[in-house]
């Protein structure tokens, strides 16, 4: 496969996440857990079939359990953050904090070996943390208590994330038929926690199935084999700036479906941050080409 295929088909996942939020909040109201145990059920049982029909399945006994210990727990930490900070705070807003990543990835870059943070990484961070800043204040009307929790999650989120996407740069002779344990593996161990900390809801309505059923196939599920493919073999820098371009089309998705209301301070801050992650991205571009 050559580094520009990989890099499109790691696109594919950009465009996938910007739906994200817009089945998370249609999937209401089942709690976190649950949600996390039932998309990657289906995103599991889509790659297992993946798998066995490509002939990979040989190759995941050959990978070491410390492999689908990390996959498994970037998998799972992202997602039960990202789901409950939905449940806790507005969509739009949580949606565009947790979509801190892209920017994330670019600075925890320069922290490793052989490479370091130039003015444009800071000033893209600080753009970023202005956006997020934005939010959390309401667009300048004042903090809101409750939606507090859910925040913080869905930084948690973003930095969970990142760090999984920089690290997972170290594991590229890992085969992505891996990703199949590790989405099978997220959904066995959401599960018994789910039953001992959540109460079982299930969708009131055929939309609230059709939004699950499209997690799992899709943000939940492609996106993940797909990711995987573009940061093992494709251009990580190019597909960590067409990843900025995720909390803006978020934005838009949500507020077209009528989920988010179209304020100016929810605009503001969706540029704020894109153009952030942008200027950092093209910081690392200049380091690489200097």
């Known amino acids: 496969m050559t580094r520009g295929r990989a890099t499109a088909i790691g696109f594919v996942a950009v465009l996938l996440w910007a739906l994200l939020a ?15 145990a039932i998309c990657f059920s289906i995103g599991g049982v889509c790659g297992l079939v993946w798998t066995v ?7 995941l006994r050959r990978i070491g359990w410390r492999v689908y210990a990390f996959g498994t727990a970037g998998l799972f930490g992202y997602h039960a953050l990202y789901f409950s900070a939905l449940r806790l705070a507005p969509a739009a807003e949580a949606g565009l904090i947790a979509y801190l990543w892209p ?10 070996p052989g490479e370091r943070l130039r003015p444009g990484h800071v000033l893209g961070g600080l753009l970023g943390l202005a956006g997020a800043a934005l939010i959390v204040l309401r667009g300048g009307t004042g903090l809101s208590q409750t939606a507090l929790p859910g ?6 989120c973003a930095l969970t994330w ?10 590229g002779a890992i085969p992505t038929a891996s990703v199949t344990v590790f989405c099978l593996a997220t959904a066995a161990l959401s599960l018994p926690l789910h039953l001992a900390f959540e109460t079982t809801a299930w ?7 059709a939004a699950i059923a499209a ?19 494709g251009d990580i820098q190019l597909l960590g700036v067409a990843s900025y371009a995720a909390p803006l089309l978020s934005t838009l998705i949500l507020v077209a479906s009528g989920i988010a209301d179209a304020t100016p301070s929810l605009f503001l801050a969706a540029m704020l941050i ?3 992650a942008a200027l950092a991205a093209r910081a690392s571009a200049k380091k690489h080409q200097a």
């Open 22 to 36: 817009l089945f998370t909040v249609g999937s209401a109201p089942v709690p976190p857990l649950q949600l996390n």
């Open 203 to 209: 969708p009131t309505a055929p939309m609230g199935w």
């Open 215 to 233: 997690l799992g196939l899709g943000p939940v599920g492609l996106a993940f084999y797909v990711w995987d493919i573009g940061v093992k073999q």
């Open 162 to 171: 990142a760090t999984y996407s920089v690290l997972s740069r170290r594991l």
């Open 274 to 276: 894109t153009t952030g």
């Open 151 to 156: 925040y913080a999650l869905a930084f948690l």
């Open 103 to 112: 920017l994330l990835i670019v600075l925890l870059s320069g922290f490793l």
């Open 53 to 59: 029909r490509s002939g990979g399945l040989s190759q």
